[in-house]
């Protein structure tokens, strides 16, 4: 979350602009440091500029370690400095090594990626309403194929400083595991799948997760203090946590094996080494090479894992282009600590940046200066561009808006950001994002119902039949009437204008109530029921605005139960039988004697209310308590 602001502002902000990530990649290429001072000085000037507390930046090739340095301060009260022992919050780079676990089970023939978690771990709930014909497998649970959810808010609000077994966190919130999608016909990131397939480490081994990892994996590699828990080393050595230059503390993530992992600068140069050198350290081959390319390669999507789009998307894996080269890993993120890992390996070099601040964008800019250096004196084969003019056999012309959203309570907002616009001229597929001006994307077929972007000359995007809601535009956005799309985008804002219209037609007729001679309280009352409708929108506004300055802030408040949670709950209902009751009201007395543009006035707000009232039931925000 940014820093305490009018959250109306907040949202606006959230709807109208694209995440940082890609925008601060393209910025800090422009820098091009052509030497590693030149690297190191930019890294600094990013966090100056974006005053993050620290960083650590490792950079390896090949044997050699090319950078192993820490930036500015680990602890900004008792002034002590980043160095290559400070351990940063590595957040989801933790789940490469419950993917590594499981290859290393595999490895030994205790498992297969393709067996199905109802045999293996019958104890654990799930409800997958396609499970005869479609099982999950371990494969679905680490390529986040099963169709469960990215987080609820009940998961995210759990901070309790006594670990919990892993059995007992998944025993914690059950709903979690409910298959939105047939598993392995789309893509949803999920961090309660890839503790449950931790789960099976556990219970195939004999061993706790973290103890196996330690084992097999860590003490192989020559990892001393890399932790899934907040140990003592860490409390020695620990960076302090900040997020909008709060203090925060240690965070106890529900689910240890997902996102808790804890590394030093000088441990991720072991992590780094273990991909490029293809799992081979000190003369011991900890897994094979043949483990880590199925890591790097999906194989849980039958009809999509052939597509050079979802090709990379592995086991808590995944490659990306970067100006044509292929990076793979994983990045990371938690409230007050970000973190990146990637790397090359045609070229047998990777990179690890970690901060102690709540800003991902400085991450990715400092990912985007790394592999520009990296890069910039490689000679890269070059890429061999299909120029056949393919027919486009399926007409996608239409609307769009996103399938499932990652977290449903941001449903609401997610559905009108993502309305997409999209229609063919002169042989090129457009695709326009409604509520972003700037984000207009050309496309040229490429044969099997693919496109190439103009732009990078890449396959970017892929038309699909989904089977449960017909022809898709890549993995998440459904094709909706056009008529929808345009209502949605009305919604949004009317809904401001509808806030500060009542306002303003409410207090003119109060003023009129109180100073004129006539005294019409059923006049004053049609007005005023507005107002009171929506007070109960501005009372969660302005408290969520006065009350959360943090990430961690929103998990605790909206994942737990306490006064404010409660004082939203109550709010959402009484919205919803004031909305009832306003249009009733106003309604039943249409034929009363009053100003005609504050009847009207009045009568078009109770209507907008009831829409809004069932757009937000529809999407869960009324009714349900968000720490369930």
Not at 566 to 592: M, Q, T
Request: aromatic share 12%; proline share 4%.
């Amino acid at each position: 979350m940014k820093l305490a602001k009018p959250i109306i502002f907040v949202f606006v902000l959230l709807l109208i602009f694209n995440g940082s990530k890609t925008f601060a990649q393209e910025a800090s290429d422009q820098n091009k440091p052509k030497t590693l001072t030149e690297l190191k000085n930019s890294i600094q000037k990013i966090l100056e500029e974006t005053k993050t507390p620290g960083a650590g930046v490792v950079l390896v090739s090949g044997d050699e370690t090319i950078l192993l340095e820490g930036f500015g301060k680990a602890d900004i009260e008792n002034n002590i400095d980043v160095n290559e022992n400070t351990m940063f919050r590595l957040g989801s780079i933790s789940k490469m090594y419950v993917a590594l676990a499981i290859l290393k089970l595999q490895e030994e023939g205790r498992l297969n990626l393709k067996d199905k978690i109802r045999d293996l771990i019958p104890e654990i709930e799930f409800n997958n309403p396609w499970e005869d014909k479609f099982p999950i497998r371990i494969e679905n649970l680490l390529e986040h194929t099963t169709g469960w959810s990215y987080w609820h808010f009940a998961e995210l609000g759990n901070d309790d400083p006594k670990p919990k077994t892993l059995k007992e966190a998944l025993d914690f919130c059950p709903k979690a595991r409910t298959s939105k999608f047939i598993p392995g016909t789309r893509v949803q990131y999920s961090n309660v799948g890839t503790s449950v397939a931790a789960y099976i480490v556990e219970k195939v081994s004999g061993m706790t997760f973290e103890d196996y990892v330690d084992k097999y994996l860590f003490k192989p590699m020559g990892i001393e203090h890399m932790t899934f828990l907040q140990s003592e080393q860490y409390k020695k050595s620990g960076a302090k946590l900040y997020d909008n230059g709060i203090k925060l503390k240690y965070f106890n993530i529900l689910y240890r094996p997902s996102a808790a992992l804890n590394g030093s600068p000088k441990e991720m140069v072991k992590m780094i080494e273990f991909f490029v050198h293809r799992g081979r350290m000190n003369n011991y081959q900890i897994l094979s090479d043949s483990s880590l390319k199925r890591m790097e390669r999906s194989e849980s999507l039958p009809t999509l894992s052939k597509s050079e789009l979802y090709s990379r998307l592995g086991l808590s894996n995944s490659g990306s282009s970067y100006h044509g080269f292929i990076y793979y890993g994983h990045g990371g993120s938690v409230p007050g600590g970000n973190a990146d890992f990637g790397y090359l390996p045609q070229y047998n070099m990777g990179y690890s940046v970690m901060i102690n601040g709540g800003e991902e964008e400085v991450v990715s800019r400092i990912a985007g200066l790394i592999k520009y250096y990296q890069t910039k004196d490689l000679k890269q084969n070059p890429i061999e561009i299909d120029n056949t003019t393919y027919p486009i056999t399926i007409n996608p012309s239409g609307f769009y808006t996103i399938i499932d959203p990652p977290i449903e309570l941001y449903g609401v907002l997610e559905r009108i950001k993502n309305v997409h616009r999209v229609w063919i001229k002169d042989d090129t597929l457009f695709v326009k994002r409604l509520m972003d001006g700037g984000s207009l994307a050309k496309y040229i077929p490429a044969g099997n119902n693919e496109f190439r972007s103009v732009e990078t000359k890449q396959i970017s995007l892929i038309l699909r039949n989904d089977p449960l809601v017909g022809y898709t535009i890549g993995n998440n956005l459904k094709k909706i009437p056009p008529i929808y799309a345009y209502m949605l985008i009305f919604m949004f804002f009317s809904f401001f204008i509808l806030l500060a219209s009542t306002i303003i037609f409410g207090l003119l007729r109060t003023l009129v109530y109180l100073i004129g001679k006539q005294k019409n309280k059923t006049a004053w009352w049609i007005s005023l029921w507005p107002v009171i409708t929506n007070s109960f929108i501005f009372i969660v506004l302005i408290t969520y605005s006065l009350t959360v300055r943090t990430r961690y802030d929103s998990f605790q408040i909206l994942g737990t139960v306490n006064p404010i949670s409660v004082l939203f709950f109550i709010c959402g209902i009484c919205y919803a039988l004031a909305a009832l009751w306003s249009a009733h009201y106003i309604f039943r007395n249409r034929r009363e004697k009053m100003s005609k543009i504050l009847y009207y006035h009045s009568a078009l707000a109770a209507v907008m209310n009831l829409i809004f009232m069932l757009y937000f039931i529809s999407n869960g925000l009324i009714g349900i308590p968000t720490w369930l």
